[in-house]
């Protein structure tokens, strides 16, 4: 486990491969991105992020909520009570905050995806989601057989890192 480290101006960094950090700005226009989609309420953001930019992006709720708020009280963002849930939307000058979807890529498309930092997420991702598939199933030989291929793709890996 890697202990958080500050760095530079107050952000948090995770040790190697860490979650992307973003700059508040940015925070704000994906906020606004998002709701310019669909009302949702902050829990909801940060999960659509995370899907959105492969675990990439996870803003957290320190940084979704304030955000919420201060866009709440510049009335570029309305909210309302539904299902016992915050549900924020935009309005009418919340939208006219919203980037133009040609102009601009939305905040979480401004990545790396041919890097093979993003490539290796992705991967990983992708192998978690088929391993809980069949961490779920009740087949013993799959499960056995699902060990073995993780204890070799484990040892392979750091057999990476001991290469000179």
Same mark, same amino acid.
Do not use: N
């Given at each position: 486990?890697?202990?958080?480290?500050?760095?530079?101006?107050?952000?948090?960094?995770?040790?190697?491969?860490?979650?992307?950090?973003?700059?508040?700005?940015? /925070?704000?226009? #994906?906020?606004? #991105?998002?709701?310019?989609?669909?009302?949702?309420?902050?829990?909801?953001?940060?999960?659509?992020?995370?899907?959105?930019?492969?675990?990439?992006?996870?803003?957290? =709720?320190?940084? %979704?909520?304030?955000?919420?708020?201060?866009?709440?009280?510049?009335?570029?963002?309305? =909210?309302?009570? /539904?299902?016992?849930?915050?549900?924020?939307?935009?309005?009418?000058?919340?939208?006219?905050? /919203?980037?133009?979807?040609?102009?601009? *890529?939305?905040?979480?498309?401004?990545?790396?995806?041919?890097?093979?930092?993003?490539? %290796?997420?992705?991967?990983?991702?992708?192998?978690? #989601?088929?391993?809980?598939? %069949?961490?779920?199933?009740?087949?013993?030989?799959?499960?056995?057989?699902?060990?073995?291929?993780?204890?070799?793709? *484990?040892?392979?890996?750091?057999? %990476?890192? #001991?290469?000179?």
């Amino acid at each position: 486990m890697h202990r958080q480290r500050r760095r530079g101006r107050g952000r948090v960094h995770h040790g190697r491969g860490g979650r992307h950090r973003v700059r508040r700005g940015d /925070v704000r226009s #994906a906020i606004l #991105a998002l709701l310019d989609d669909r009302p949702m309420h902050g829990y909801e953001m940060i999960q659509e992020l995370d899907e959105r930019t492969g675990g990439r992006w996870k803003p957290s =709720a320190g940084s %979704i909520y304030p955000t919420l708020q201060l866009l709440e009280d510049e009335g570029l963002v309305s =909210a309302e009570e /539904v299902d016992g849930k915050r549900v924020h939307s935009l309005t009418d000058a919340g939208r006219e905050q /919203v980037p133009d979807r040609t102009d601009a *890529r939305r905040p979480w498309e401004e990545a790396d995806d041919d890097s093979p930092r993003f490539e %290796i997420r992705r991967e990983l991702f992708r192998t978690m #989601a088929a391993a809980k598939q %069949i961490a779920r199933a009740d087949d013993e030989k799959h499960l056995t057989k699902a060990a073995g291929i993780l204890k070799d793709t *484990r040892r392979r890996l750091y057999g %990476i890192l #001991a290469e000179e």
